[in-house]
């Protein structure tokens, strides 16, 4: 059974810094994309950034203006660093697979087929 858990979040001050990690199990994600997406209260969930497979190869969504940096040192493994947070970053933070095993990243949500949980981002002003 896959299962991705998510952590890391928090409550941090605006201005401040957290690294979100998501490491998945039940099978080996080594040719799949992965990315982060969010969820504020009353609002859509809405795609934050993605990876290659390969590590190699990113694409983020333009609210994050250089602030985040998407990783991953494994198969199974992605970070997202967030730094120079803001209050309207405060939302659940989503990881998730690209199950289409497609070349080019995507953002769409309808693709990626498997999801974590989620961990809660909190930014206060």
């Known amino acids: 059974q896959v299962q991705l858990v998510e952590s890391g979040g928090g409550l941090v001050q605006a201005g401040g810094s957290l690294r979100l990690s998501c490491v998945a199990s039940?099978?080996?994600?080594?040719?799949?994309?992965m990315g982060w997406f969010r969820q504020a209260p009353g609002k859509e969930r809405e795609f934050v950034a993605a990876?290659?497979?390969?590590?190699?190869?990113t694409d983020y969504a333009d609210f994050v203006q250089g602030r985040f940096t998407i990783s991953r040192d494994n198969a199974n493994t992605v970070y997202l660093q967030m730094n120079s947070l803001k209050p309207e970053d405060t939302a659940v933070y989503y990881c998730?697979?690209?199950?289409?095993?497609?070349?080019?990243?995507?953002?769409?949500?309808?693709?990626?087929?498997?999801w974590g949980q989620g961990t809660q981002v909190t930014v206060s002003s």
């Open positions: 990876i290659r497979w390969s590590g190699v190869g």
């Open positions: 998730a697979v690209d199950s289409t095993g497609g070349v080019i990243l995507t953002r769409r949500r309808s693709e990626y087929g498997y």
């Open positions: 039940g099978r080996t994600f080594s040719r799949y994309a």
